[in-house]
């Protein structure tokens, strides 16, 4: 066995709720990486494990898919988003979108995007909402709408149903615009709706997506996934101008494999999802909390007192979304267990019981 130098710093048994990103990685994935490991492979996704994913996103999406591994969720999505635009392009998205709130600006400084926001009920955008952004085609003093960005689960923790993406697929393309879905928990939003993950992407109408795998237990990697050859352009170049291009991209791609070529992808979804409705279960017999959206993935929302939550916080960490409206946000992963969802229900009832 190999040795190191390194230490061990932190508590393995420490619990929070934070983010599903402060998971560690998924045991199966460690060993993946670990398999993949030793001697020498071509470079630059010309390896042996980047070809075979190819295989594997095809079996999910459909035979026109083409993966491009990158490093990161907000490289995805600029990447993604400046192939399906030209440069006086502009996105139309939701209020609440990653894209928009939190990727420091990156769409539009590092991608030359200009965003187009709609404040939408729970995250969801709808083609009435669409519309109140999608005018001005004519207009050479306004950013043109190229392109409609969906996420799948919602920054708010909803899921858009098959038919839902559907009717804005097909409503953004009667308008000569793409559809970009940012589908950092896409595990997690199949596993809510009991369907394939082509049946709300390609089946839908998506013409490109961004696949989360870190908040599904990866160690690293991101990708994105063409899904209309036709609606986009110049991916490995955009991929590289973009600096997302790995080197040893064999250990991105095979992390993937493990995460698809079999169950493990719906299965953590799954148990986090599933952790995160008994959490909602919990709290909601807790007096004076209020669920503040439906739970529909892996994460829960809810407004309570600012001094119950600042204490709270000492013992289990998590976030603030809304800090003057007392809005919350616990989120659960792929390693929670039931005894930590108990432990932070008791806390929670023991903290609301001092005000």
Not at 1 to 27: C, I, W
Not at 133 to 143: F, I
Not at 340 to 348: E, G, K, P, Y
Request: proline share 3%.
């Amino acid at each position: 066995m190999a040795t190191t130098d390194a230490e061990r710093r932190h508590d393995p048994g420490l619990r929070g709720f934070a983010s599903d990103n402060y998971a560690g990685v998924h045991p199966e994935i460690l060993a993946a990486i670990a398999l993949a490991n030793g001697g020498h492979q071509v470079s630059y996704g010309e390896d042996v494990y980047t070809a075979h994913l190819q295989e594997v996103f095809r079996a999910h999406f459909g035979p026109r898919a083409e993966v491009f591994p990158v490093f990161n969720g907000t490289g995805a999505n600029v990447v993604a988003l400046q192939a399906l635009t030209e440069r006086w392009g502009a996105v139309i998205c939701a209020g609440s979108a990653h894209i928009h709130v939190d990727e420091c600006g990156a769409p539009e400084r590092v991608g030359g995007l200009k965003l187009l926001t709609v404040e939408a009920e729970h995250g969801k955008l709808t083609p009435e909402l669409i519309d109140r952004e999608a005018y001005g085609w004519d207009d050479e003093h306004r950013a043109q709408p190229q392109v409609v960005s969906i996420t799948q689960s919602t920054e708010l923790g909803t899921c858009y149903t098959p038919e839902e993406i559907r009717a804005i697929c097909d409503h953004a393309h009667e308008h000569g615009m793409k559809v970009h879905l940012d589908g950092s928990r896409i595990a997690n939003a199949a596993a809510t709706l009991g369907v394939p993950l082509r049946a709300f992407t390609t089946d839908a109408g998506v013409d490109a997506l961004s696949f989360g795998g870190t908040k599904n237990g990866l160690l690293f990697g991101e990708c994105v996934v063409v899904l209309n050859p036709d609606a986009v352009r110049a991916m490995k170049h955009l991929r590289k101008l973009s600096m997302q291009l790995a080197s040893k991209m064999r250990f991105i791609s095979v992390q993937f494999e493990a995460l698809l070529a079999g169950g493990l992808w719906l299965r953590s979804a799954s148990h986090a999802n599933a952790m995160a409705r008994r959490l909602a279960e919990g709290v909601r017999a807790v007096d004076g909390v209020e669920i503040a959206h439906p739970v529909e993935a892996n994460v829960v929302f809810a407004r309570l007192s600012h001094d119950v939550a600042e204490r709270l916080q000492k013992r289990f960490r998590f976030y603030f979304w809304d800090e003057p409206a007392g809005l919350v946000r616990w989120m659960c992963s792929y390693d929670t267990t039931e005894q930590d969802v108990d432990s932070f229900t008791t806390a929670l009832t023991e903290e609301m019981g001092k005000r």
